[in-house]
């Protein structure tokens, strides 16, 4: 009973790791399309999306904004944080 517990426990893990890795190169992708002239390919995308999604969660509850649950409110907010994050990466490669 307790080898099925943590099968099914792992598989889990697993499925929140890909779905993270999936709305992080969709957020990315997308911020960099936003934001033009920024592009980092497939795994920086991933990355930029994943600390959107982190910059997101704290700058969208403090402004008072609520895009509610779900994979596209996620895609969303990832996407805004993605923005801000190139925005601000941006202005510190001209300086």
Known sequence: ?????????????????????????IAGWL???IVEGVGFGLIGNIVVGIIGA???SFLLPAIGL???????????SAVIGAVVLLVIIGLFRRA
């Open 1 to 25: 009973m307790e080898g099925e517990a943590v099968a099914v426990a792992g598989t889990s893990v697993l499925w929140v790791i890909v779905v993270a890795l999936v709305i992080g190169a």
């Open 31 to 33: 911020a960099g399309l």
């Open 54 to 56: 982190i910059i997101a």
């Open 66 to 76: 609520n895009l509610g649950g779900g994979i596209l409110a996620s895609i969303i």
